[in-house]
């Protein structure tokens, strides 16, 4: 006697409704109205993605801002700042963004030239100083001291004593001094006004005559004065002087192992410097200039 199977018509009918409901599903997304659907979609949560980022009326403080705000008042004001002081600087910042946001709305940054001036100069810092020159070997520095020989040039440098002769005494101060230089070359004494400094000076450099006596006829003479006798007079910002050169250090080139570490330290400097000069030409290379004609 034959055994009946009776779960063979279910099964038959199982995969067949499965079939069907595949075709269904396979038709349904063969519409160009779910398409639509789908894409109109994908667009609308692109589109309030792209507004909720660029929404500047939306100012998101972040736990990072937070703490960066934080360390800023720590360094201005040498402690850590307390709960309420924290929420009044994050308060701070909120109404700064907010107010810098409605200025470029307006278009208030394109026209402010201290505006443009700063960001220009915050891109140029930005490209400045990002790789540290190679140290330079020992041979590069004495060609970059030879080819730089002026600036590491000893000055004339001069010991001296003055007298000086004061224009709010009375008498012509210039007279006075005339007198008494021929004293002093006579072998005779003189007396002179106090000076608002030292009567004695050594081994003073030009420059520092200059920053002494001004840009006079006084510190360019210290120079050329004659050693061991009196000379003058000579007018300075405060009178006039009569000078007794006592020694003298011609100029001169120093040797290198004198000035190495300032050496290196120039090199260094101007390596630097070039860097930071190829990078922003770089920077600039992108950009072209197209100047129009005036109509």
């Known amino acids: 006697m034959g055994v009946i199977d009776l ?55 972040t736990p990072e801002r ?13 402690q850590t700042p307390s709960p309420a002081e924290l929420e009044g600087v ?4 909120a109404r700064e963004e907010a107010l810098f946001r409605e200025g470029v709305a307006l278009g208030l940054d394109r026209d402010d030239e201290i505006v443009r001036r700063r960001i220009a100069q915050k891109v140029e810092f930005l490209h400045q100083d990002r790789a540290l020159p190679a140290t330079p070997s020992e041979s590069r520095l004495e060609t970059w001291f030879d080819a730089h020989a002026a600036d590491y040039a000893t000055p004339v440098r001069t010991s001296f004593a003055h007298l000086y002769f004061s224009p ?6 210039e007279a006075r001094a005339k007198q008494a230089l021929a004293v002093l ?23 520092a005559a200059r920053r002494l006596f001004g840009d006079s006829d006084m510190a360019r003479r210290l120079e050329t004065a004659p050693l061991g006798a009196w000379s003058g007079p000579y007018r300075s910002g405060y009178g006039w002087h009569l000078v007794r050169a006592l020694a003298r250090e011609p100029a001169g080139k120093p040797a290198f192992a004198e000035v190495k570490d300032r050496v290196h330290e120039d090199y260094m400097a101007n390596a630097q410097r070039t860097a930071n000069t190829e990078a922003i030409d770089r920077l600039l290379g992108r950009y072209r200039i197209v100047r129009e004609d005036v109509k």
């Open 168 to 173: 709010d005494r009375p008498g012509d101060p």
């Open 66 to 78: 937070v703490a960066e705000l934080s360390e800023k008042y720590r360094l201005q004001f040498g």
């Open 7 to 61: 779960d063979r018509p279910a099964a038959r009918d199982t995969r067949t409704g499965a079939r069907g409901l595949k075709g269904r599903i396979a038709r349904i997304l063969r519409e160009p109205l779910l398409h639509f659907f789908v894409v109109g979609l994908v667009l609308f949560g692109a589109g309030q993605a792209w507004r909720t980022a660029h929404d500047r009326h939306r100012i998101v403080v």
């Open 90 to 93: 994050v308060e701070r910042y």
């Open 185 to 207: 070359q006579n072998g005779g004494a003189v007396e002179a006004d106090p000076f608002p400094d030292q009567s004695e000076f050594v081994r003073l450099a030009p420059d």
